[in-house]
C-alpha cells in the first residue's frame, strides 16, 4: 500500500463521509445536531461551565429527561464534557469541548438568523394559510 502525505489522508477520510448516503454514518449526526435541545443547550453552555440546574432554568420548556438524554448524547459525541467534583452534595458541570466551540459558531449563528427572521416567517406562514 503506498504512503499517503496528511492531506491526502484528510481527503480520503473526507470521502468516506457522504450524507447523501442512507448509510452513511454522520447523518445519524446531522439527525442529533438537527435537535433543538441541542441548539439550544451548546448555545447554553457557550458563557463557560454551568451545573445541571443553571441550564435546566436557562432553557425554558426543557423536561429533565430530555436534558439528561441531551447532555449524555453530546458528551459521547465528544462535544461536551461532564466534570463532577466530589463535595457535599457532589457538583456537576458541563462544558463545550474544542470539537463542541467549533460546532457553537454554526449552531449560534442558525439561533440568531432564526431570532433575527422570526417576524418574516410568521408573516409568510400567516399568508400561506391565508389561501383557499
Known sequence: MPTMTAAQRRA???????????ECP????????????????LVGLQEGPRRYSQLSRAI??????MLTQTLRALERDGLVTRTVTP??????TYELTTLGRSL????RGLADWAESH???????????????
Not at 13 to 22: C, H, K, P, S, T
Not at 118 to 132: C, H, K
Open 12 to 22: 480520503a477520510d473526507r470521502a468516506e463521509y457522504d450524507v447523501f448516503l442512507a
Open 26 to 41: 454522520s447523518r445519524q449526526l446531522l439527525d442529533r445536531l438537527s435537535d433543538k435541545w441541542v441548539t439550544l443547550v
Open 87 to 92: 463535595s457535599v452534595p457532589v457538583t456537576v
Open 104 to 107: 457553537l459558531e454554526v449552531v
Open 60 to 65: 425554558a420548556g426543557v423536561s429533565q429527561k
Open 118 to 132: 422570526m417576524g418574516q416567517v410568521l408573516v409568510s406562514r400567516d399568508t400561506y394559510d391565508a389561501q383557499p
